[in-house]
């Protein structure tokens, strides 16, 4: 269990964490517009410490002070152990993202929409949930709830989505086929509401979505104003996928994880993307 001053460090580091994702000058409502010169891009981690550690190393922000890193799906892990301990990996981002103010931004993933609205997953019969309460409850001991709230805070702050000069638009996920009828692109450009993460909502259908016909990307892309659609949320057991002309799936946990080094501004074909997907480990 954690040292009483190091959960008092830890909440003020989630605290200044959420408010600088919050007050990001780049976010407009749920969506950055990034600008500088490149963004690296990483897939799920699911408190994958080792992953998450690569992914800086790779990123290097300290000798590319224009490049910025997109993180996602921090937490729960893969359901084989009743105590789920990727609260340690929000520790770290949350350290990172007040290190590098503003160039690191989270994104919220299906799995920390979960963790704000209570919606149980289940993962190889384990609830995440219950495993990730579990974690939390074994590192902060006593003062569990007290970190939980301050989750809660962190996990409302993150954004929804990115998306650059160049036209690539980066989300946890795209809404399938039956939700877009009803997906109102406006969520992007404005605070998140209650409504927005219940089922059907637009929040709730970007990022639990899975859909890769051609028909649904081409929809949703011209929705969002985007030539390509890169997203995280699919096991890749290659560490990515390109399953239509305009996704990029990336995964970034485990011994196959990779992530994306893109620039923002050079015109930019489907190619060139994958070409530029850099595995965490040699």
């Known amino acids: 269990m954690a040292a009483a001053a190091d959960i008092d460090r830890l909440l003020a580091e989630v605290k200044d964490a959420a408010r600088v994702l919050l007050d990001d000058p780049l976010r407009r409502g749920n969506l950055i517009s990034l600008d500088g010169d490149d963004v690296v891009i990483a897939g799920d981690l699911h408190g994958d410490v080792a992953a998450f550690d690569a992914v800086v190393e790779l990123a290097g922000l300290s000798t590319h002070p224009r490049r910025h890193l997109i993180l996602q799906e921090l937490v729960h892990g893969n359901g084989e152990s009743d105590v789920c301990r990727s609260c340690i990996l929000v520790e770290k981002a949350c350290a990172l993202v007040n290190s590098f103010a503003p160039r690191v931004h989270l994104l919220m993933g299906n799995h920390e929409m979960a963790e704000l609205t209570g919606r149980p997953i289940l993962k190889n019969g384990t609830v995440l949930n219950k495993a990730f309460d579990s974690g939390v409850e074994e590192r902060y001991g006593e003062r569990a709830g007290e970190v939980s709230m301050y ?132």
């Not at 290659?238 to 994306?260: I, K, T, Y």
């Open 151 to 282: 989750f809660q805070a962190l996990w409302r702050s993150m954004a929804l989505a990115a998306r650059t000069p160049n036209r690539v638009f980066i989300s946890h996920s795209t809404p399938v086929r039956s939700f877009l009828a009803d997906f109102d692109a406006a969520v992007l450009e404005r605070p998140l509401q209650g409504e927005d993460i219940e089922r059907r909502g637009s929040a709730y259908a970007l990022v639990w979505g899975r859909d890769f016909s051609d028909e649904a990307a081409d929809r949703f892309a011209a929705m969002v104003g985007a030539d390509f659609l890169v997203v995280g949320h699919t096991p890749c057991p290659e560490g990515f996928d390109v399953p239509n002309h305009r996704h990029v799936v990336l995964d970034s946990q485990g011994p196959s994880g990779a992530c994306l080094v893109l620039p923002l501004h050079a015109p930019l074909t489907l190619e060139e993307i994958v070409g530029r997907i850099r595995p965490l480990w040699p």
